[in-house]
Every structure is written in C-alpha cells, then in structure tokens.
C-alpha cells in the first residue's frame, strides 16, 4: 500500500512522531502519510487489534512503525507511552493528538458519565498526552504538537459534550502555544468538518443514508471531505514550513462553517477534485 504525499519524501527523516488514534480513520491516514515521508511512527489507541492492522500495512510499505496500546484518560499509561517511546527511539519530535471520541445525543439525554468519558477522552487525554510530551521531551527539546477540535464554531447540535470539550481544546492549543514557545514547542490544531473516514462507520444508519446527504447539501463544496486532505493539514503543521505559526488551527470543511442560507449555493461538482493519499494518481 503506497501513499502518495505532496510533500518531499524524506521530510521527517530521523524523527519519531506519535499519533494517538492511529488505528483507523485520519489517523491511520496521517501515520501513513507520515511514515512515506520518513518518519518512524508510533501509533498509539486503545484497540491493540486495530493498531497491529495498521503497523503491518505500514511496515509492509516499508515505513518505520510501533504500534503501542494506550488509553489517553488513564494518565499512568500516558506517563509510560512517552517512558518507552524514548526509551526505543530516544526522542520523540512530534505528537499528533487524534484520538477521541464522542455519540450523537440531544444534550438532556445526555447522562453525566457519558458527558464526562467524552471530556475525559478528548480534553482530558488531550492535555495528558500535551503535558508529558512536554515533561518528558519537548520541555528541553522542543518539538512540535497538533490537536484535533471538530467544527464546533457554531456550537454543535447533537454533540454538546464533544463541541464543549473541543472547544477546551482549542483554548488549551493557545495557551501552550505562548507557555511553551520559550521551550521551542509549536503546537496548532485542524479541525475537520464532514470527513468521510472510517469514523461514520460507528454512527446508525439513518444517520448515514438520511441525515448525512442533507448536511453535505449545507457544504458550500457539496461533498465530504477525506482523510487524506486532513492528514495533509496536519503533516503541514508539523513540518518546517509552518515554522512561524503556533496557536493556530486550519479548518479542513469546504467552507462547511462559514456559510449562512441568506447567500443560496445551488447543487454542484465544481469543488477541487478529492484528494486521496491511498490512491494512485
Ligand atoms: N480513541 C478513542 N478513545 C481513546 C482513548 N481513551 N485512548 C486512546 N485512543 C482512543
């Protein structure tokens, strides 16, 4: 399985890069990415049969891979991700914190346990894998660090528990951006609008086959967006040409959470063709 990047072969030659969540969906898709451009990739997540699928497809390609099951709520095996990280690899450069999860329920049904696993796992998590990225390594270092929000500009019908602690996240992104720039550390955010990833494939079919054509009609690109085109904004972001940008994040939605109805976009396909790393050109 060969990825096809635009970006130079051998970008992040010699440099070990941590993506969380990267057994499926655009996380599988950035360690891809990642791994033809020469990096050695650690795969982290909690579902040590998917993080072995995606080590033997990238080791198969001839990319340099570790697969390591970690739960990002429970700090202890945060603290011993990055511990045996840099005890194999000796540094760790970058971190891609992908991992996360939430359900689609209105806000009052949503009960306090589900409410705090989905903080827990995106805000929570988050800020475990930013911290001991910086106590273990990059406090001395430096090195570079993207998070991943969703499009919750807006708020997030459907979603409150997910949008809330995203939107942590994106405050949290600004300021580690300032505390840390005296360690060299760059950190930015993306955040994904209507992606057609792996991901869909958790939510219930009416979500898929209903709901889901009537939001990509309110896309001003009128199509999903890939994996592909996220794992590019995020391998920008961690490479040297985003060198003098920090706290900031990139919106990969097609214009997705700009758009109000007053100004009317008719049905089209002129939107820039997809693009998809696993395909060959
Ligand atoms: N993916 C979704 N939830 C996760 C968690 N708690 N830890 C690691 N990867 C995850």
Known sequence: MTYHSIFRPDLFAGQTIIVTGGGSGIGRATAHELASLGAHVVIAGRDPDKLETVRQEISQSGGGVTAVPCNIREESQVQNLFAQVLAERGAVHGLVNNAGGQFISPAEMITLKGFTAVVETNLTGTFLMCREAYTQQMHQHGGVIVNMLIDQWRGYPGMAHSAAARAGVENLTKTLAVEWARSGVRINAVAPGVINSSGLDKYPDYVKKEFLPLVIKDIPYKRMGTESETAAAIVFLLSPAAAYISGETIKIDGAYSLWRK????????????????????
Not at 262 to 281: C, K, L, M, Q, V
Request: without cysteine; charged residues 35%.
């Open 262 to 281: 007053t100004w009317e976009i008719d049905d089209h396909d002129n939107a820039p063709p997809a693009f998809d790393g696993f395909r060959d050109a």
